[in-house]
């Protein structure tokens, strides 16, 4: 067979769809499996939401669309902004994408070349480093704050370069669900307006953020620095939505016009009937998204005590998103279901063979030595995932179910 591109060959697939992937596998073999390892709300999509879908369909709204998604979505995503973020965003400097991860590929492709270098702080999301690589650039890993998990200026300051095109800040993080305030935005920003360097402000989590903090992103913190920054959003985790692919991404003209460029030659429009759908997502109701995160605010302090069980694990305290990212490298070199465990690799297998949860390495994320789990499940799912695990790490033997 001929070659394929070097391209390809430099990303690696993505770790959470993998153990997802194998999760599933298990599931339909009628094993009784606890699926910890996927960021997707249990929720079903708000019935408003997909009323408007099938509106849509017997409308016959089954056509090409504009390629950056049509006016009246830009216009809800346009008042969106100014209501949730007092941001001006007018639709033309808005495109919506397949997905919040399409509106990511898109900023990367507008934004770099060979040679250009991301910074990407440490843990990340796993998509970022791939796609930097696959717009030909190098991503930069750079360690945060070992206290806090952001980005401060002095860390930022020693990693900049010539080179350096880029900065990603994603708050809520995955995995760590760790969020910036106005003052760790305050702080960063005279040194992003001094480098002149983009910042992809990844806002997907927005909705979820617990406790007393409030989202912030940089743009709202430091509004001399719009011309540098590029929102990238989705409706995917605010509207339990994963499943109909609609993100979207927001900055200068310039790059809305650049991202419709290359999404024309690409993909085209993303799916007319979902963008009905998000139409309606953003433009209605918004009580389903207070309700949710009311629900994932309980589930975390469910898991959070869950957690303070397991002497092994140590565990920060996200602000927001639905992820848990435990330190679990205290358990390297012992023995668990029957094999020494020396990586996180190691730990989310035989959690997944013997105790039957999915879970995600930490590697995949830049933390080797952590692991990810999500609490987009119901309670009772979180209960017996996080039971068994606890079970299982002091060694009991568990009855799981078929
Ligand atoms: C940090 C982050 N950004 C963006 C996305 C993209 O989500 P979607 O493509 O479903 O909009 C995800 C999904 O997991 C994510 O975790």
Redesign the pocket.
Known sequence: MPALSQRVAAIDPSP?LALDTEAKAMKAQGLDVVNLS???PDFPTPAHIGLAAQKAIEAGFTKYTATEGILPLREAISAKFRRDNDLDYPPEQIVVS???????YNAFQCLCQADDEVIIPVPY?V??PAQAILAGARPVLVPTDPEREILTPEILEKALTPRTKALVI?SP???SGRAYSVEDLARLAPLIKKSGLWVIS?D??ESLIYDDRRFVNLAMVAPDLKDQIII??????TYS??GW???FLAGPLAVAKAAAKIQGQMTSNPNSVAQKAALAALSGPQEPVAQMRAAFAQRRQKVLQALSQIPQWSTPTPDG?FYVFPRISALYGSRLGGRVIQSSEDLAQVLLKEAQVATVPGTGFGAPDRLRLSYAASLEELEKGFGRIQAFLEGKSLSLGR
């Open positions: 959470t996927i960021g997707e397949c997905g919040g991860k399409h509106a990511l999301w998509t970022y994603n993080g995955n995995p990844d997907i989590y990238v959003h989705g409706v995917s985790k939505m994963t692919r609609i993100g998103a």
